[in-house]
C-alpha cells in the first residue's frame, strides 16, 4: 500500500481562542504550529488566514507570510484554501494564489454549511481551476456531496485540470454527507482510476475517518479546522492530532510518507534545492 500522506489543517476559519487556546491564529502562531506537525509526521499544511482580530481574512500579506515562513523553515507542501467563508467573491478567492503554492483547495460544487450555503457557482469553481491550472497549482478537490466528485471529474473534461485528481472527502459536517463508512466507500468508488484521495472526518468523525482511510489506501486530513477536541471534553492540539494518526498508521502496518514522498505519490515536482 502506498505510504501515508498526513494533511494538518491547523486553523480553519471558525475556531477562535475562546473555543480553545490552541487555535493558532496569526501567521507566526500558524508557522510554528505546522512546524511542530511537520516534524511529527504530517507533510501538507493547510492554511487560512485570519486578520488581527482573528477574523478570516483573504489578505495577501497574511498568506504571503506563512508561505514565506513554512517555505524557510520546513519542508512541507503547503496547500492554501480558496474557500469562500473569509469573502465569496473571485478575485477575493484567487488573489492568494497568485503565491504560486504547491497546492490550492477547490471545492467543486455548493453544499449548506451550518451557518449558511457555502455557494461554489460552476463559472466560479471552472474560474478558479483555469488558475489554478495557469499558476501550475495542483487542485485538492474538496468534496462535501457526492456530486462534487462528478464536478471534478467535469473540470479534468473541459481541460481545466490536469489528472490524476486528488480529493479531499469532508464527512460529518452539518448540511453536508454524514460520516460513515459506507459514504466514504461510495465516494471512493466513484473516482477515476489513479486518483488519490484523502478524508476530513469533522468534529468527532476525525479519527474514525482517519482509521478507515489507513486501511483503505486513503490519505488522512487532522487538525483544528475540523475538530478542536482530542477525547470527549479534552480539547486537542494539532500535533496532538498528528501524532495519534501516525501511532494508528503504525500500528496497522502503513508507513508514513515524508513531504518528498508525498509530492511523488501526488505528482508534483520535487522541491528544488
Ligand atoms: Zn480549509
Known amino acids: 500500500m502506498e505510504k501515508l500522506i498526513i494533511t494538518v489543517a491547523p486553523t480553519g476559519s471558525v475556531p477562535g481562542k475562546r473555543d480553545t487556546p490552541h487555535v493558532p491564529l496569526t501567521p507566526d502562531e500558524v508557522v510554528a504550529d505546522c512546524q511542530e506537525c511537520v516534524a511529527a509526521g504530517a507533510s501538507i499544511c493547510h492554511l487560512h488566514a485570519r486578520d488581527e482580530s482573528g477574523a478570516a481574512s483573504t489578505r495577501y500579506d497574511l498568506f504571503e507570510a506563512m508561505v514565506a515562513g513554512l517555505t524557510a523553515h520546513t519542508p512541507a507542501i503547503v496547500q492554501i484554501s480558496t474557500g469562500g467563508r473569509a469573502g465569496s467573491g473571485l478575485e477575493e478567492r484567487a488573489e492568494r494564489l497568485g503565491l504560486r503554492p504547491e497546492m490550492a483547495s477547490l471545492t467543486t460544487g455548493s453544499v449548506n454549511f451550518p451557518e449558511g450555503v457555502y455557494l461554489n457557482p460552476r463559472d466560479l469553481v471552472e474560474a478558479l481551476a483555469e488558475r489554478m491550472l495557469q499558476l501550475g497549482i495542483k487542485p485538492e478537490m474538496e468534496i462535501f456531496d457526492a456530486s462534487m466528485v462528478q464536478g471534478a471529474i467535469d473540470l479534468v473534461a473541459r481541460g481545466l485540470a490536469v489528472p490524476p485528481l486528488h480529493c479531499n ?57 475540523d475538530n478542536l477536541y482530542y477525547a470527549k471534553g479534552v480539547l486537542a492540539r494539532n500535533v496532538e492530532l498528528v501524532r495519534r494518526v501516525v501511532r494508528l498508521a503504525g500500528e496497522l502496518g502503513r508507513p508514513v510518507a515524508t513531504p518528498e514522498e508525498a509530492r511523488e505519490i501526488l505528482g508534483l515536482p520535487a522541491r528544488a534545492g
Not at 170 to 181: F, H, I, N, T
Not at 192 to 215: D, E, F, K, N
Open 169 to 225: 472527502f469532508v464527512l460529518g459536517l452539518r448540511g453536508a454527507l454524514p460520516a460513515s463508512a459506507k459514504n466514504l466507500l461510495h465516494l471512493v468508488e466513484l473516482l477515476p482510476a489513479g486518483s488519490t484521495w484523502t478524508v476530513s472526518g469533522i468534529g468527532r468523525a476525525q479519527l474514525p475517518m482517519a482509521a478507515q482511510a489507513i486501511l483503505m489506501g486513503g490519505h488522512v486530513r487532522v487538525g483544528l479546522e
